[in-house]
């Protein structure tokens, strides 16, 4: 391939895009929410916890709810919300995700153009094109247990980028790639062995030993793979018998017609007479380099990732250093392909720009948080939730701890917050309704894991989707019977550790 040739391909439309039908349904969908949100803040009473510092983090004290007065909240600025947040106090974070999913598009549409992604996917597709089912398993288990045992899930979501078209390269579509990795992040964080961000957080509250009470969750962790393994297995036999029934078939054909043309035009290149053979031989060595370059980067990226999940002084380094570290791997890659440098600029430009969509769902996303605690009833919703757990019986508190973490989780996606939030509450509860604090942890971390691929608020959750063609309707419809066949499963748990007295206290 000359260099013209390749400039050519690298003006193509990047496959990281979304649709306008997509992008308006969940915008619809998060309207409402915040509209639902700002209501809520009209007709709830304000009130306030105390809260004390205690190790850099801040507690809230049980027992100091108070009804303060209502603040000035005016209805209009419930619209203007999604803008709030880009200047409210905790908008490091909001703005790192934001660079991130810029970089991370950018870079993969540099990646695209240049065939890069197009070589990385062909290696894999060779490498497991006869083992397929056991591939699934395997990315499967990956995926869960770096969730479970280490707690890294905003980490792996750049990974969705790669496993998506390798679904479409080996004959499944975008929600097998999605269930080979979305899927399995939050299962693992729902059914948590190690994690430091859940069990570890809230058992130190909780003054429980650290990661005591392992072997049920061990237990949990290996029937939640096993469903999501099953589940995964029949959907992509399904898909290889008939494509059409997928719910993404009609997206996933023009990602299809593009890897087409993309092996058409290699063929052709390597057949060419005068030269081109040498030519398609020079090209694919220049994109070798790109795509060994581009893997080491991401390669240190994930092992940054891994060495900070267990840091917490250093955790909040990883989305920042992620971020550069696709933005080197990108441009790189890009140039030792032989792509010139304008093409380069003006394709990164392109594919952060294709995700900006996806920008303007996770600024109303964030939203709902920020116009719950504006009107000062994020702890009036846990002080109601409180006072029902006391009055329950073990089991019914039990049950009513998961679903309080379920909607905490709504407004508030970081575990860690949550635990500092909700467990200097639940764990005299615990006491005091005759539950033990190990099982009230229990609930606590399914309440949390599960719901973070289903509540529309969750950042993640749309930055993940925003890589994809899937929008998230199509999402919920393709899931909910997997996530009712596990609310089963964690009923099931949850009762066992409640009949057993799980513990050690």
């Known amino acids: 391939m000359t260099g013209t040739k390749q400039d050519a391909k690298v003006s193509q439309k990047s496959a990281i895009k979304i649709g306008k039908k997509a992008f308006l349904l969940s915008a619809g969908i998060i309207l409402v929410l915040m509209l639902v949100s700002g209501i809520l803040t009209i007709v709830l009473p304000s009130g306030e916890y105390q809260r004390v510092i205690q190790d850099g983090k801040t507690l809230v004290v049980n027992g100091t709810y108070h009804e303060v007065p209502k603040p000035n909240y005016p209805a209009w600025r419930w619209l203007t919300a999604p803008v709030e947040i ?4 905790d908008n490091v974070a909001l703005i790192t995700i934001i660079i991130f999913i810029f970089c991370v598009g950018g870079s993969i549409s540099i990646l695209e153009g240049a065939g890069i992604m197009e070589e990385l996917v062909k290696t894999l597709v060779q490498r497991f094109s006869k083992r397929k089912y056991l591939l699934i398993a395997v990315i499967i288990f990956f995926f869960m247990a770096i969730s479970s045992f280490i707690g890294v899930y905003e980490g792996m ?4 980028i790669f496993i998506v078209p390798l679904a479409i390269f080996l004959g499944w579509d975008s929600l097998t ?10 299962f693992g964080f729902a059914s948590a062995v190690t994690n430091p961000f859940t069990i570890a957080v809230a058992q130190r509250i909780a003054d429980l030993p650290l990661f005591s009470g392992s072997w049920l969750r061990i237990i949990f962790f290996i029937i939640v793979y096993g469903i999501v393994t099953t589940f995964m297995i029949r959907h992509a036999k399904k898909v290889e018998r008939n494509p059409a029934s997928s ?5 996933d054909e023009a990602i299809r017609a593009s890897l087409a043309a993309g092996e058409a035009e290699a063929a052709h290149n390597t057949a060419a007479p005068n030269g081109g053979k040498h ?15 581009f893997a080491s980067c991401v390669g240190a990226a994930m092992a940054i990732v891994l060495v900070t999940a ?3 002084g250093l955790s909040d380094l990883a989305f920042p250093v992620m971020a550069l570290l696709f933005l080197i791997g990108g441009i790189g890659g890009g140039l030792l392909a032989k792509v010139r440098p304008g093409n380069i600029g003006a394709t990164f430009i392109r594919g952060a720009g294709n995700l900006l969509p996806g920008i303007v769902l996770i600024l109303m996303a964030y939203s709902v948080k920020h116009i719950i605690i504006s009107g000062k009833i994020m702890d009036t919703i846990l002080h109601g939730a409180a006072t029902l757990i006391s009055q329950a019986p073990p089991l019914s508190a039990a049950f009513l701890v998961y679903l309080t973490t379920l909607v905490m989780n709504f407004f508030i996606g970081s575990a860690s917050a949550k635990a500092f939030l909700m467990m200097p509450l639940l764990t005299p509860l615990a006491d005091l309704v005759g539950i033990t604090r190990q099982t009230a942890v229990l609930a606590f971390d399914f309440g949390d894991g599960f719901s973070n691929m289903i509540f529309p608020t969750n950042a993640l959750l749309l930055i993940a989707l925003s890589f994809t063609v899937v929008s998230y309707p199509r999402w919920m419809r393709w899931t909910w019977k997997l996530q009712a066949i ?9 009762a066992i550790a409640v009949g057993i007295r799980f513990g050690p206290f």
Do not use: C
Not at 247 to 251: I, N, Y
């Open 247 to 251: 719910l993404t078939f009609k997206e």
């Open 86 to 89: 880009l200047f409210a106090q």
């Open 177 to 186: 790639g999605l269930g080979l990795s979305l899927l399995p992040l939050a």
């Open 310 to 312: 267990r840091m917490p």
């Open 279 to 293: 030519t398609d031989t020079a090209s694919s060595r220049a994109k070798t380099k790109g795509l060994i370059w």
């Open 157 to 160: 979501v750049p990974m969705i």
């Open 486 to 494: 596990i609310l089963v499963v964690t009923s099931i748990f949850l």
